[in-house]
Nanobody, 116 residues
Framework: QVRLVESGGGLVQAGGSLRLSCAAS????????FAWHRQAPGKQRELVAT???????TYADSLKDRFTISGDRAKNTVYLQMNSLQPDDTAVYYC??????????WGQGTQVTVSS
């Protein structure tokens, strides 16, 4: 059974940092693609960053200077380090494993709220 569990969200002041975690079970880092997405109120879900099978990393252009995706194979966990957070970063952040052999999986999401 594939499961993705996000954690690390919360309330932070503008300029602050948060690190989100996505603990995966049933699938392994290194042989699956993982991604972080976010959805702000009233907006479509958008891709934030991806971590490919061979460690290839991509970012949304507008976020690459402040956000960093990484993975820990020993913990089977994907992280999203977010720095210099702004109110526009307020959203529910979702972990996603889109191309597993069993299909496309999503976590339940974790709320990030940035106050001005």
């Amino acid at each position: 059974q594939v499961r993705l569990v996000e954690s690390g969200g919360g309330l932070v002041q503008a300029g602050g940092s948060l690190r989100l975690s996505c603990a995966a079970s049933g699938i392994s880092l290194g042989i699956n693609v993982f991604a972080w997405h976010r959805q702000a109120p009233g907006k479509q879900r958008e891709l934030v960053a991806t971590l490919g099978r061979g460690g290839t990393i991509t970012y949304a252009d507008s976020l690459k200077d402040r956000f960093t995706i990484s993975g820990d194979r020993a913990k089977n966990t994907v992280y999203l380090q977010m720095n210099s957070l702004q109110p526009d970063d307020t959203a529910v952040y979702y972990c996603n494993a889109p191309n597993t052999k069993w299909g496309n999986f999503w976590g339940q999401g974790t709320q990030v709220t940035v106050s001005s």
